[in-house]
């Protein structure tokens, strides 16, 4: 079960600018990735790096201006309407704000059964009713809480409903877009557990999405690095966290609070990112780097392989090249 | 159950009020009663019999508290003019004016609701602008110019329906319905034009919620995404305004009968008016004020009904 099941090339999706005229915001530019069956993948960047679009594009909640998304040998950037609604049970994705994601006005067991009765899932209602009391066990609910709404449950509670929402349909694949951020710390480690634990139970692969770098690193199997729409490193998550190799990865990575250690150094990144819509020419990271020399202005840095499965888009390579051992 | 009874509390004092202030207004007025009655070219001595037998010689207090006095016991007194109970003429008139009601708001919600939908999933689209401007022009229309048109076109020109007059629905069903489309169609549509501002408003703000995403990322059709998942939750603010509403389609009733020649309410209390016969004007003027109260009492349990965050 080791082949492909997402796989996405050179996704582009660039949002129209608001004024008359004015330059589109670049929301996620060129980014591929391959994703095998049963993998979790995590997407990191700080806000407004594309993370999200690049999910919801998956989906196809937006309509990519270019580039190809195939889920399980099916065309879903090309997809019409009609038919992605007939696919759309191969992926599910759970949302980053539980409370508002839910109808206020729909009880928890009725949200679950409509899922299933779009899909066609379960033959007769008494089918669907059993269905969705195994959904509700499984995520540690009792069957009455098929009758509640969702403003009768806690934060942590309705997220557990938005992923049993998403695997109600069985999917292949989910997304988890922020899932757990709009949570307490101590909920968060709940939802997580949960996750990693469904996954391993229905090995569904999974996209996590998420700026939390030790949450993304305990759940992922492989991470991509987003600056601006664009991927500047992936690779196995070992990989990317005891030696990245890119100077953005390196300065999220250095801003993770580690209370054993005192003596890393902590990389500043000056600034804020820069306007989406008129990113910097070249490397669009260089603005910020601390490493940035003359030649990042002129030249795109393509994501080039730098050791096995791993690849950073970053011409100034040789940086690592002592750097043989693993990060401290 | 508490709530009800909040809600007569509160209808005893504003049923005084409002009927004092009546009383007075009519006793303002230029002429009585008793002139009515017997006529510009009676005597002096007439008239001063006349007024002697109809009580108008009390002062002012003293006769609103012999009215008052009846009132409680269920007596709302005798028309001064045709002498009927007042009771009777209201069991005779309110039908009158709630079929107008119940049709109106049924036309209006039928109209108003759907155009409103159409305007906010089409915004800024071709059908949006024209539901925008229909609705603009509704409710600029006033409604006696209105029900003249409807007149002009559909009974003189057309002849599908008749001008004005009234059968009762016991008496004649097809005949009412023909009597009341007119009518009901010009108090419904101001009430349609505010119900679709409504409607395009909350459904535009709807139609923006993360669950709505929600719904669409399951691979809900668009239909029910829009008739389902976004309607249920729109329709606090659209309940909101029909019950509002209902006031000033009480308002419009009492031009739309005048116009129509309905015997409802409405015609009961401008005829009462302008005949000086208070008790009538009293009489009508109480019943409108419960049917807004017990309208506002039927909102707040819709709310009830659709929103379960309401408990």
Redo the contacts between chains.
Sequence with gaps: MQDTLISVSNLTKWFPSRERGGKPVQAVTDVSFDLKRGEVLGLVGESGSGKSTIGQSI?R?HKPDSGRIDIDGIDFAGAS?RAL??H??LI??V?Q?PS???????RIGDVLL??LA??GIGSTRQERRKRVAELLDMIGFSPDFAQR?P?QLSGGQRQRV?IA?ALA?EPKALIADEAVSALDVSIQAQIIQLLAELRRKLSFTLIFISHDMNVVEYISDRVAVLYLGRIVEMGPARDIFKRPRHPYTEALLSAIPDPSSRKRERIILQGDIPNPSNPPSGCVFRTRCRHAVERCATTVPPLAQVLPGHQSACIRQELYQNDMGQRS | MKRLIDYLAQLLPLLLIVSIVAFVLIDLLPGDAAMERVGLDATQEQLQRAREEMGLNDPLPLRYIYWLERAVQGDLGRSLRSGEPVTATLVRRVPVTVELALFGTGLAVLIGVPAGILAAVFRNGRIDAIVNLLALSGMAVPFFWLGLLLIMLFSLKLQWVPPSGYVSFAEDPLGNLKFMALPSLTIAVAFAATLMRQTRASMLEVLT???I??????????RRVILK?AL??ALIPIITVMGLQMGSLLGGAIVTETVFALPGLGRMMVDGIFQRDFPSVQGALLVIIIAVVVTNLITDACYRL????IK
């Design positions: 989906i909640l309407e609604r007939r759309r049970k599910q994705m949302f704000d508002s994601s839910l109808n206020p006005r729909i409509e899922a779009i899909h709404y403003h938005g929402r349909v | 919620a993360d669950y995403r929600t719904a669409r990322a399951k691979g809900t059709s668009e998942h249920r939750n659709v929103n379960p965050r």
